[in-house]
């Protein structure tokens, strides 16, 4: 198999990212991204443990649970044994767009974890939409009790969920939806392979060469990680921003981590191991979603495999349609990102407060393109698709 090794091999492939992209990177917490940490309940959180080993997992469990000290510092409670650089990518219900922040561990206290912020950015939506997120093709959690998942006790999904058509029938055809046991190894246990085949969307954390985290969204149709055996993993990297920042760091520090979701369950599938980046033509082939081939795909290694209860999501209950963020909050959000833009080139200030004024015909004008855009890649992008807050990138579905 052919792997990536250097960034000019990787670069050559997917190209940089556009100025507009970068532009987007604060060292510190402005308004539009206090106001998105005053609405996210939930967040995927990467660190390295006590030991040194890679970690993602999911906190919150209500709008806000992030408290912002200063615009350098944020604090959360938290029990995880994290020291050092940390990452998080914070997500809204019912918004398209995430806000990834990184930084370090300042202080800890006994539950409670205080982090210097160095960079923060609003990530574009294309995760959340290819992913379906905010919605779910499995029944919400409603108020009389816990999701009823459309689904086999194992976890594997049923006729209900290629009947909404979001699943084509290749996907059944392969045996991808099928009860084959994968021997031996972290992921030969009914649990995870059933959660794998469901999952549309995870976080993954990764580290530079020197030592700074970051956490990335991914999202695609359910099923999209493929299973090779019962040790190995492989990930589609499809096109985008061109930020590629996991393939970047993995090529310095193969570490990886990553907690995974499938919407209508309050448990997590958390991955930890190694990986390595491959433009494998065969591989890419067999990944490919109607005509369009990924640019990449990471082959990861996997060394812990495990589904767990998790409180944050639970608590937060984020697959209820009640607390999905309003159109007027889209907006709001949308005109806050805007004015983004004028921080870091003050000659663009102008254009983005009047941008700003207009940020509800500006959302549906971007809404139709990522709508556009996502059909164009082969994606059935279903009428309730949730509305992007607007960030300005360009409507091509992909990954950071």
């Not at 370090?104 to 939409?129: E, K």
């Not at 495990?306 to 209820?320: G, K």
Request: with cysteine; net charge neutral.
């Amino acid at each position: 198999m052919n792997l990536i090794t250097t960034v000019a091999q990787l670069e050559a492939i997917i190209g940089r990212p556009p100025a507009l992209v970068r532009m987007k990177e604060l060292p510190e917490l402005d308004e539009a991204c206090r106001r998105m940490l005053a609405l996210a309940p939930l967040a995927g959180f990467g660190y390295r443990d006590g030991d040194g080993r890679p970690r993602t997992t999911v906190v919150g469990g209500r709008p806000g649970f992030a408290e912002v000290e200063s615009p350098a510092r944020i604090a959360f409670d938290s029990d995880a044994e994290a020291s050092g650089a940390v990452s998080f990518v914070f997500l809204l219900p019912g918004v398209g767009e995430t806000l990834r922040v990184n930084g370090s561990v300042a202080g800890r206290s006994p539950g409670r974890i205080v982090v210097a912020v160095s960079q923060a950015y609003v990530h574009c939506a294309r995760a959340i939409l290819r992913s379906r997120l905010w919605s779910p093709i499995v029944p919400p959690t409603s108020a009389a009790g816990p999701p009823t998942p459309t689904a086999d006790d194992d976890g594997l999904l049923s006729g209900a969920a290629v009947a909404d058509g979001w699943l084509s029938g290749a996907a059944v055809a392969d045996g991808s939806l099928s009860g084959a046991v994968v021997p031996g190894g972290p992921l030969s246990s009914a649990g995870v392979l059933g959660f794998l085949r469901a999952t549309p969307f995870f976080v993954v954390s990764s580290w530079d060469r020197d030592g700074g985290g970051d956490t990335s969204p991914r999202g695609d149709t359910p099923g999209f990680v493929r299973v090779i055996d019962g040790h190995t993993l492989a990930i589609p990297d499809r096109r985008g921003n061109k930020r590629a920042d996991t393939s970047h760091n993995l090529l310095a520090d193969d570490g990886f981590a990553a907690a995974m979701l499938v919407p209508g369950r309050t448990d997590v599938l958390h991955v930890s191991g190694t990986a390595v980046v491959t433009d494998d033509a065969t591989l890419l082939a067999d990944m490919a979603l109607g005509s369009a081939v990924p640019q990449t795909a990471l082959i990861v290694t996997v060394e812990r495999a495990e589904v767990r209860p998790n409180q944050a999501v639970a608590a937060a209950n984020v697959w209820d349609h009640a607390n999905r963020a309003d159109a007027a909050t889209r907006s709001e959000l949308m005109a806050a990102t805007t004015r983004q833009l004028g921080v870091q080139k003050p000659a663009l200030r102008w254009l983005a407060r009047s941008l700003a004024v207009f940020a509800r015909p500006i959302r549906r004008i971007m809404d139709a393109a990522y709508r556009r855009a996502l059909k164009k890649e082969g994606y059935d992008a279903a009428p309730d698709t949730p509305r992007a807050a607007g960030t300005g990138d360009r409507p091509d579905p992909g990954d950071a």
